[in-house]
């Protein structure tokens, strides 16, 4: 079955460490994103991508990196810079970057500070 | 700038009941909305969208919303809540040019026996 896969599902992280947070996807879509999700916040962009080697800020790119070398991949790093990374992390793909193609979502990975 | 809001943080219900969640958009332009739903620990899932036509939109798990322009609303309604239902719902709104959404904080609905 298609979809997208993150890993791992829990992460912990020491201070001063940089993680990886992995997105794959096999749904052939071009566009991918990064969310962060705290309690009563929503969901706040981190990073977008809307095709291979290419990709934007979001609202929160600050102590985060991402590539995109591969269309089916969307890795996301959290660097030391961040200094509150304690959240949890999905990663979207959508067919294009048209309005009308809703967002597929992987089951997230939980992030915490050891 | 575009914004979501979804005013009510956490609803209860009695399974059965009727249910609507408010959502509340600001936008340029003909807005792309979306309904998603989180169950704990897992990703979101797309209820239905809307983006031109009828604006009574029908969902999956027998949900539907509403576009009302001059409210600048899409609420979700259900006329009769499962316990299955109990989840975080969330509200979403497209940008076209900058090619990216926008997410309402959630409203959380518990369900009741």
């Known amino acids: 079955d298609g979809g997208i896969t993150q890993s791992p599902k829990y992460l912990f992280r020491k201070e001063g460490q940089n993680v990886t947070l992995s997105c794959e996807q096999n749904l052939n879509h071009d566009a991918m994103y990064w969310y962060r999700q705290d309690p009563g916040q929503g969901l706040r962009l981190i990073y977008y991508s809307q095709i291979v080697n290419d990709f934007q800020k979001g609202d929160i790119a600050e102590g985060y990196s991402v590539s995109r070398e591969k269309k089916e991949s969307f890795p996301l790093t959290v660097t030391s810079a961040q200094k509150n990374p304690t959240a949890f992390y999905l990663c979207?793909?959508?067919?294009?970057?048209?309005?009308?193609?809703?967002?597929?979502f992987g089951d997230g990975t939980r992030l915490s500070i050891l | 700038a575009q914004s979501v809001t979804q005013p009510d943080i956490h609803i209860t219900v009695s399974e059965g009941a009727s249910l609507e969640l408010r959502c509340n958009y600001s936008?340029?332009?003909?807005?792309?909305l979306f309904w998603y739903v989180q169950s704990p620990g897992q990703g979101l899932q797309l209820l239905l969208k809307y983006f031109s036509g009828d604006t009574l939109v029908q969902g999956i798990k027998g949900f539907e919303a509403e576009f009302k322009r001059s409210q600048s609303s899409f609420n979700l309604r259900k006329p009769s809540v499962h316990w299955s239902d109990a989840a975080e719902y969330f509200c979403a709104v497209y940008n076209t040019n900058a090619g990216k959404s926008t997410f309402g904080d959630g409203t959380t609905l518990t369900v009741k026996p």
């Open positions: 979207a793909s959508s067919i294009g970057t048209g309005g009308s193609q809703p967002q597929h």
């Open positions: 936008y340029g332009a003909t807005p792309y």
